[in-house]
T-cell receptor, first 114, second 115 residues
Framework: QKEVEQNSGPLSVPEGAIASLNCTYSDRVSQSFFWYRQYSGKSPELIMSIYSNGDKEDGRFTAQLNKASQYVSLLIRDSQPSDSATYLCAVIKAGGTSYGKLTFGQGTILTVHP | DTGVSQDPRHKITKRGQNVTFRCDPISEHNRLYWYRQTLGQGPEFLTYFQNEAQLEKSRLLSDRFSAERPKGSFSTLEIQRTEQGDSAMYLC?????????????FGPGTRLTVL
């Protein structure tokens, strides 16, 4: 079982729709959760972080965390063609020895078509 | 540009050769990470430096891989006796003190092709 798994893609949504990206993690000691966006040929950039159960909203982005179900999601409202990218879910385990080691999922390719 | 920089951006080498990559983190960022990313996969952690100390190494980092961060500024990643399986994008990331560990700023990467 992979430590971090993301829903298989690619995901295609029409402009203006809600894109839903899902991620599950296997290690219950995971404490910090992140969504990175990676445009084709570019490096990852952080778009959302979430640390406690519930929802966290930032503009058109909402991250949801359910630690009991070991599940993290990212919703993108009013999707735009510029949102087309690979979205990477990443987690950090608790404990002083983690040193911020990010464990990434394989990524979900999102395409927003006009 | 004050972002993370990496050099070279592309490297083509023959199997068995040694290669060295350089990463310059954002100024004042004391934390520096190396990751490796292959096509269709997320980045995989390789190693972490806090200032000049290498505090964690992945099992992915075989004896052929070595990383340094002298004086706690730039870092180098060397791969000896390269193999075709080493072909990947090597990403460097940094983060400043006092921030959440997962909030990392990535450089543009060095794409390595081993023939």
């Amino acid at each position: 079982q992979k430590e971090v798994e993301q829903n298989s893609g690619p995901l295609s949504v029409p402009e203006g729709a809600i894109a839903s990206l899902n991620c599950t993690y296997s290690d219950r000691v995971s404490q910090s959760f992140f969504w990175y966006r990676q445009y084709s040929g570019k490096s990852p950039e952080l778009i959302m972080s979430i640390y406690s159960n519930g929802d966290k909203e930032d503009g058109r982005f909402t991250a949801q965390l359910n630690k009991a179900s070991q599940y993290v999601s990212l919703l993108i409202r009013d999707s735009q063609p510029s949102d087309s990218a690979t979205y990477l879910c990443a987690v950090i385990k608790a404990g002083g020895t983690s040193y911020g080691k990010l464990t990434f999922g394989q990524g979900t390719i999102l395409t927003v078509h006009p | 540009d004050t972002g993370v920089s990496q050099d070279p951006r592309h490297k083509i080498t023959k199997r068995g050769q040694n290669v060295t990559f350089r990463c310059d983190p954002i100024s004042e960022h004391n934390r520096l990470y190396w990751y490796r990313q292959t096509l269709g996969q997320g980045p995989e952690f390789l190693t972490y430096f806090q200032n000049e100390a290498q505090l964690e190494k992945s099992r992915l980092l075989s004896d052929r891989f070595s990383a340094e961060r002298p004086k706690g500024s730039f870092s180098t990643l060397e791969i000896q006796r390269t193999e075709q399986g080493d072909s990947a994008m090597y990403l460097c990331a940094s983060s400043p003190p006092g921030t959440t560990l997962g909030e990392q700023f990535f450089g543009p990467g060095t794409r390595l092709t081993v023939l």
